[in-house]
DNA sequence: GTCTATAGTGCGATAGAC
DNA sequence: GTCTATCGCACTATAGAC
C-alpha cells in the first residue's frame, strides 16, 4: 500500500477539520471520506481527542525539524533571524492546512496547556536564546523578555495567516521584505 | 427583576464557554446554571448558534463603544495612538472573559468571515485612518497597509493576551510601557 | 488490521400547558 | 415569557467476525 491507512486518516482529517472545524467533524465522515471503516480509526486512535493530538504533535514536529536552526552565530543577528523568519513562514506558506489546523487546535481544550506549552518551547527555545544574546550584545532593545517572546509568536503567526489569506502576495518581494522588517523593526535596539 | 432572564442566559454563557469551549457546552447547561429552562433559552435565542453570534455581537459593540476615539487630531501622533492603545487594553484586561471568548469565536464555523471582517472593521477603522495620516505626514513607516493593520490587530491580540494570562504585570508600568512600545517601534517611519 | 453492525448516550430543538 | 416533557438524531465507541 503506498500509504498505510493511518496516515490516509491523518491526512483526511486535517482537510476535514480545516474545513469544517475539529468539533463539527465526526470521526463517521473521516473515516468514510478516508475510505476505511469506522472501527478501523478507532483501532489507530483510540478516540477523536487521540487522532487530533496525534495531528497536532505530528506537525509541530515537524515543523520544528524542517525550521531548526542551527545555532548562532556571533555575526549579523539580523540576517539569522531573517533567514529562520524565512524558513518558518516559507513552511507554514508551503502547509496552509497545517498552520490552520494548529490556530485551531489551540483552542481544543483536551489540548492542554502543558502540551502546548512543552511544544512552544520545541519550536521557539531558539529565539529565546537569540533574543537574551541580542540584548547581551545591545543589537536587540532590552524589553521583558517573555513579553518580546509572546510579540514575536504573535508576529509570526499574524503574517503566516496574512499570506495563507493572500496567496498572491506571498512571493511578492514587497511584501515579504515588509513583513519581516516590521517585525524587526519592533526587536532591534 | 434585576436582569431579564435573557441576559442572564448571555452571562451564563459567556463563563461557560470560556471555561469549557463553545462545542462543549450544551445548551441544556447554559439553562441549567443560568437558572431558566430548557425552552426558554430557545425562546430568547432560536437556536445555539444564534446565542453564540448575539453574544459575539454583544461584546464586540461594547467594546467599539468604550474605545472609540473622536477623530485624530494633527500633533502628536504617537500619544493618540497610545491613548487608544490604553483604552483597548484597559478594556480587555477589565473583561478577560470576553476577550478570551472572542479568541474562541473567531473559530467557531457559523460565524462567518462576512461578519467578523464588518465588526473588525468598526473596531479598526480608526486605526486605518491613523496609518494612512501617519503615512502622509511620514510619521509612520510605508509598508503596505493590509499587512500593517493585520500586524497591529495582531500585537494587540497578542499583548492583551499576555496582560490576561499574566494579571500581576497589567498595573506594571514596565511592562505595559514596554508593550506599547514594542508595537509603536513596529510602525513608527 | 480491517470490516459490519450496533449499542448507548447526550444533544438541539419542539410542542403545548400555564 | 416561562415552564415540563420529550422527540429524533447524530455521534463516539465497542463487539465480534474475518
Given at each position: 500500500m503506498a500509504v498505510s491507512k493511518k496516515q490516509k486518516i491523518?491526512?483526511?482529517?486535517?482537510?476535514?477539520?480545516?474545513?469544517?472545524?475539529?468539533?463539527?467533524?465526526?470521526?463517521?465522515?473521516?473515516a468514510k471520506a478516508s475510505?476505511?471503516?469506522?472501527?478501523?480509526?478507532?483501532?489507530?486512535?483510540?478516540?477523536?481527542?487521540d487522532l487530533v493530538i496525534s495531528l497536532y504533535q505530528n506537525l509541530k514536529q515537524d515543523f520544528a525539524r524542517q525550521v531548526a536552526p542551527q545555532g548562532i552565530a556571533s555575526e549579523d543577528l539580523k540576517q539569522q533571524a531573517k533567514s529562520a523568519w524565512d524558513k518558518a513562514l516559507d513552511w507554514t506558506i508551503a502547509n496552509p492546512l497545517r498552520q490552520q489546523f494548529c490556530l485551531q487546535a489551540v483552542h481544543y481544550q483536551p489540548l492542554?496547556?502543558?502540551l502546548q506549552a512543552k511544544v512552544l518551547e520545541e519550536e521557539f527555545g531558539?529565539?529565546?536564546?537569540?533574543?537574551?544574546?541580542?540584548?547581551?550584545?545591545?543589537?536587540?532593545?532590552?524589553y521583558p523578555l517573555d513579553l518580546m517572546l509572546d510579540n514575536c509568536h504573535g508576529q509570526f503567526?499574524?503574517?503566516?495567516?496574512?499570506f495563507i489569506n493572500h496567496p498572491e502576495l506571498a512571493e511578492n518581494p514587497e511584501y515579504r521584505e515588509?513583513?519581516?522588517?516590521i517585525f524587526w523593526r519592533a526587536l532591534k535596539a
Open positions: 491523518l491526512d483526511t482529517a486535517l482537510v476535514l477539520f480545516v474545513e469544517q472545524g475539529i468539533h463539527s467533524t465526526s470521526t463517521a465522515s473521516i475510505g476505511v471503516a469506522n472501527g478501523t480509526l478507532f483501532h489507530h486512535f483510540p478516540s477523536k481527542e492542554t496547556c502543558q531558539y529565539l529565546r536564546k537569540l533574543i537574551e544574546y541580542g540584548q547581551q550584545q545591545k543589537l536587540i532593545a532590552n503567526l499574524t503574517s503566516s495567516s496574512f515588509a513583513a519581516f522588517e
